[in-house]
């Protein structure tokens, strides 16, 4: 990056209030997005090592809905 951490810091806040707000948006939801795209990358990785990458998207939801079931079913006894 060529712009120092300082130097960013010193544009930021020369930036009228409503700006920032935009601005602080727009990086809460970059990071969103990059979390989203790491995750994804992370779970077909999963996915490929247990051989079920090229299964259908139907069958992994249901698969991960009787886990969810499972889980809860443990963890919620009455």
């Known amino acids: 990056m060529s712009v120092s951490i300082n130097e960013l810091a010193e544009n930021i806040v020369a930036l009228a209030p409503q700006e920032q707000e935009e601005l602080i948006e727009k990086v809460a939801t970059l990071n969103f997005l990059r979390g989203l795209e790491a995750l994804s990358r992370k779970?077909?990785?999963?996915?490929?090592?247990?051989?079920?990458?090229?299964?259908?998207?139907?069958?992994v939801l249901a698969e991960l809905d009787k886990l969810r079931e499972e889980i809860a079913a443990h963890d919620y006894r009455a």
């Not at 996915?47 to 990458?53: C, N, Q």
């Open 43 to 59: 779970y077909r990785e999963r996915l490929a090592h247990e051989g079920k990458l090229h299964q259908p998207a139907p069958e």
